[in-house]
Each structure stands twice: as C-alpha cells, then as structure tokens.
C-alpha cells in the first residue's frame, strides 16, 4: 500500500520560508514520480511542482518560480518542497501525491498524502 506523508507545514509571515517534506513508502521510490499540489479555499486545487523518478525532470508552476524548489532523496525516500519569500496568497492546504510514471500529467498522480496546512500572514 503506498502512503505518502506530508510533514513541515506551519504559520509564517510574508518573506520568510519553509521546507514541507513528504516521506514516501508502499513502493519502489526510485520508480516514482512525486508532485506537490495545494488546495485554498474556493480556489481549485493546483499543481505547484513536480519531479520525475530521477530527479531530471521538474515543474514548478509560474507563481513559485523563483521561490519553490522541488527534489528529491533517494537515501531517506523523502520529496522536499523548499519556499522561500512566501506571500499571503501561498496560504493553502499542501498535498504531495505520486504517480507510477516517469514524470506524468497531473491525471497520473493518484496516491496522495493527508496534506499540511501551510498560512503565510501579511
């Protein structure tokens, strides 16, 4: 059974920065393929980055470019999303998912963790 946890997520103010880390486990991590997405209210839920089974491939959607990071550690089985400079419209519930291909459309990724809370105040 493949569980993802998500664990990192908190309170900060505009400009500071955090480090969510998802912990993957059910299945081989070197074939898995690791997005972050996140959820605000009323808002659909949206791709923030993603990376491909080695690490070669990445996405980071354009409002995070320059401030998120995605990558990955095959040692700890972990996916890490760095976030730097936040601003208050990052405020969301952050979900890492899987996916069994190499890099995948967002259609692909259909393991997914309990999500962290992350609130940035102006």
């Known amino acids: 059974q493949v569980q993802l946890v998500e664990s990192g997520g908190g309170f900060v103010q505009a400009g500071g920065s955090l480090r969510l880390s998802c912990v993957v486990s059910g299945r081989p991590f070197s074939n898995t393929a690791v997005g972050w997405f996140r959820q605000a209210p009323g808002i659909d839920r949206e791709s923030v980055a993603r990376?491909?089974?080695?690490?070669?491939?990445?996405f980071h959607h354009h409002s995070v470019n320059g401030r998120f990071t995605i990558s990955r550690d095959s040692a700890k089985n972990t996916v890490y999303l760095q976030m730097n400079s936040l601003k208050p419209e990052d405020t969301a519930v952050y979900y890492c998912?899987?996916?069994?291909?190499?890099?995948?459309?967002?259609?692909?990724?259909?393991?997914w963790g309990q999500g962290t809370q992350v609130t940035v105040s102006s």
């Open positions: 990376i491909s089974w080695d690490g070669d491939t990445t």
């Open positions: 998912a899987a996916s069994e291909s190499y890099f995948g459309q967002v259609r692909d990724y259909k393991y």
